[in-house]
């Protein structure tokens, strides 16, 4: 190749000389009197362009119609489009290319706002780097240019519902107030279709009721008719899964005979035989008071050996007979029903729920494993976890608790699919009932016992038999059950078994030490992560520094603490984190000070995050709170109410606001019952969040309603996280209005012990508990 170079290079120049020679040849010859004439030179658009042989000579483009500015923008913005992918494809790799891409899919559309693609692909990408607010502010002007905006806007609200369905429903609702969507449009009725679904999945059933009805009344109009056929058709989609749809939200909603409408709609719609239909009959039948009418409608649908309704259609089976006193002839009509239809899944294992429910273990187990040696779907697993646990069989039940946490950790209320169980009813179900189990196992001693020992049996000798997911899951289960020296030994093992440990091994065991009020060991453990050479760590080193920071201040070393978050940054900074991330582990500065009592600098610290991320709602969103939260641990009453009213205006349904403002509110004696109101809605939101219902019993005490505020309070202490001594220190204000003076004594009592236990620094609360008590404040 390069003698090919060489030569080329050389018979270039011996061109070159030859035409020099011939010229200086001519200019010997020529006549000195001779004049000159000079060619024209003419420009040659095309001389840029190397021809070969044969080639026509090329020509200019020549467009029937002129290029107009709009088209030049189009190409335009096509480059920066196709650009944008580019930089997209490699973002992988190289992270800091999202931003370029972001830049690149930006200039597309600030050259073509009609350019749907280019505003897709921005919506997307802003999605993916928690960029939400800008988001929609990218969608919302694409609305006011073309309809197609009001498609983005569907689709981005469908996205933010992956992780939260209200904030979706949220969006939709700001949607439908931009001027250029025409109030009775065939898309004013998408989003309203759209809105009742999110409304439903954020457990809002007015709402939902609400906005389905207005699609309802449209589709189903007939004088006058609101809508074409077509249009009609565009909206429903599928009108059989839609009316169905509307019929369950309608009988949630205590609207029956809308229900019933719309329940024979999607009957109609799908032609379907009346055995289907009977099991939506059934239940309005008893939603209306008919449990023997309902009866008879379901039984028709069971007759028919139908499964399309699952395991919904046998809890009903259940409810009726419970409804009319005849509990006892649930599983012999459960065992008449499979005895002919043997192929049902979903009946054998409601069926095998039932034995577990009456001690007849053996028999559920067989059924559920159907001849085969062991569990082949989700169903199967969850279900033989109480079995095993009522068997002792402890070998066994680690096997299934190993199949099921691997099959639904990613489900549970903080994974990351968690919004899948919110979407499919029967996977909410499915995950409910393997968190029930497993919250059941680790508060069954005897079980717990038997796992240990069977775990250990396989640690000992040279050539331990524990296999490394074992380990982890036996870790897992006992640090869940607060047995520490237990979950040291199995996650030990696990971290012993791997040359390249994963971070989650070190950052469960640092938590159940945390757990455990034990601070140094927790120290110690994240202290070892961080110094670890392996690359799955060393990658992880900044979660790791952060966790230590937390580690370090609780027990009460704040330098450090602050030296640890510090280099957390530096590191994450390295590994080029989002922006997201960089304002978590900022804010955390602002936590290890206000935890300290350092108010004025956790203030400054959180004032410089709103600062700085003033793009990241989420960041922007925590911080306000932990805000708000420094200044009434402060004293400042008023400015923490004006924070989280900025929470509120922006964000009128966000739940822990709702609460924390009428909490605040509560416990000044002020805006009572506007305060009880707020409460309610944050409860209407998360029912299960302790921390709202003690916030609901303390408004109801304030407001002279004190059986009530008991029977919440109660409630309250009783769930996972009731271990809270403000929330001990209410039920005994309330036991102690009630004259209850024994109840109220031993309630202060666990409530200065959790505040010892926790060693919280909450002084004020600490000497109102001992004054309750009668004992001596210390000077």
Not at 415 to 429: C, H, Q, Y
Not at 682 to 692: H, T
Not at 698 to 709: D, H, P, S, V
Not at 760 to 771: A, F, G, P, T
């Amino acid at each position: 190749m390069d003698l090919i170079r060489n030569w080329g290079w050389r018979a270039a120049w011996l061109s070159v000389g030859l035409a020099c020679a011939s010229n200086m040849a001519w200019a010997e010859t020529v006549d000195p009197e001779t004049p000159e004439i000079e060619t024209p030179v003419i420009p040659n658009p095309n001389a840029r362009f190397k021809e070969q042989i044969g080639d026509e000579e090329p020509v200019p483009a020549d467009p029937k119609a002129p290029t107009t500015p709009e088209h030049l923008a189009r190409r335009k913005a096509m480059t920066w489009y196709l650009s944008g992918q580019l930089q997209l494809s490699r973002s992988e790799i190289q992270p800091e290319r999202a931003q370029t891409a972001e830049d690149s899919f930006r200039k597309a559309v600030e050259l073509d706002p009609t350019f749907m693609q280019a505003q897709e692909m921005l919506v997307s990408l802003l999605i993916g780097r928690n960029k939400l607010d800008e988001a929609k502010a990218v969608s919302f002007t694409a609305a006011e240019k073309t309809e197609a905006g009001f498609d983005l806007i569907r689709k981005l609200a469908g996205q933010m519902a992956r992780n939260n369905a209200e904030s979706g429903a949220t969006l939709l609702v700001d949607a439908l107030q931009i001027k250029t969507l025409p109030p009775q449009s065939v898309m004013f009725y998408q989003i309203q279709r759209d809105l009742g679904l999110l409304y439903r999945l954020s457990g809002k059933k007015k709402e939902s009721a609400e906005s389905y009805r207005l699609v309802f009344d449209a589709v189903t109009r007939t004088e006058p008719a609101v809508l074409t056929p077509k249009q009609i058709q565009t909206i429903l989609v599928d009108p059989g899964a839609l009316f169905e749809e509307m019929g369950l939200v309608f009988l949630d909603s205590k609207q029956p005979e809308l229900a019933l409408d719309a329940f024979n709609r999607a009957s109609a719609a799908r032609g379907e035989q009346t055995a289907a239909h009977s099991y939506n009959l059934a239940l309005v039948f008893r939603e209306t008071g008919k449990p023997d009418v309902a009866l008879v409608e379901l039984n028709k649908y069971l007759d028919a050996q139908l499964q399309n309704k699952g395991r919904s259609a046998y809890q009903l089976l259940k409810d009726l007979l419970s409804d009319l006193k005849q509990e006892s002839e649930l599983i012999g009509r459960l065992e008449e029903l499979r005895g002919k239809d043997r192929q049902n899944s979903k009946l054998s294992y409601f069926l095998a729920e039932q034995y577990v429910a009456t001690q007849r273990l053996t028999e559920a187990e067989t059924l559920i494993l159907n001849g085969q040696p062991e569990p082949r779907d989700p169903y199967a697993i969850v279900g033989l976890i109480p079995v095993y646990r009522g068997l002792s069989k402890a070998p066994q039940l680690l096997k299934v608790s190993m199949m099921a946490i691997g099959l639904f950790e990613s489900l549970s209320e903080n994974g990351r699919n968690a919004s899948m169980r919110e979407r499919d009813p029967d996977i909410k179900e499915l995950v409910e009932r393997f968190e029930h189990e497993q919250e059941a196992l680790i508060g069954d001693s005897a079980a717990m016992d038997g796992l240990v020992s069977h775990g250990r049996d396989l640690m000992k000798g040279d050539e331990p038999k524990i296999q490394f997911v074992e380990a982890y899951v036996l870790g897992k289960l006992t640090g869940e059950a607060e047995r520490v020296e237990d979950a040291h030994d199995f996650y030990r093992q696990a971290i012993s078994m791997q040359n390249d440990p994963p971070f989650d091994l070190y950052s469960e065991l640092g938590q159940v030490y945390l757990n455990a009020d034990r601070y140094d060991e927790a120290v110690a453990i994240y202290q070892e992560a961080v110094n670890h050479p392996s690359t799955s760590l060393q990658r992880n080193k900044w979660r790791a520094l952060y966790l230590l920071s937390y580690a370090l201040e609780f027990g009460g070393k704040t330098d450090a603490a602050l030296e640890a978050i510090t280099e957390s940054r530096k590191a994450s900074t390295e590994e080029g984190l989002d922006e997201f991330t960089g304002g978590i582990l900022h804010a955390q500065i602002g936590w290890i000070h206000s935890h300290a009592h350092q108010h004025d600098k956790a203030i400054a610290v959180y004032e410089e995050v709103l600062k700085k991320y003033p793009k990241d709602a989420r960041t922007l969103e925590n911080t306000r709170f932990a805000l708000s939260n420094v200044y009434v641990m402060k004293g400042e009453m008023a400015k923490g109410e004006s924070v989280l009213e900025e929470v509120l205006k922006a964000s009128p349904d966000n739940a822990q606001a709702n609460n924390d403002l009428g909490y605040l509110w509560v416990d000044q004696g002020k805006n009572l019952e506007q305060a009880l109101a707020m409460i309610q809605k944050a409860l209407s939101l998360e029912p299960e969040n302790a921390a709202y219902i003690d916030s609901l019993g303390w408004t109801l005490f304030k407001l002279g309603r004190t059986e009530e505020a008991v029977k919440e309070l109660e409630r309250a202490c009783q769930m996972k996280r009731g271990d809270d001594p403000t929330l001990h220190d209410h039920l005994g204000d309330c036991y102690q209005k009630l004259d209850r003076k024994a109840d109220a004594q031993k309630t202060w009592k666990k409530s200065l012990e959790l505040l010892d236990k926790k060693k919280s620094n909450d002084d004020k609360l600490r000497k109102s508990l001992i004054e309750k008590l009668g004992q001596p404040v210390a000077k």
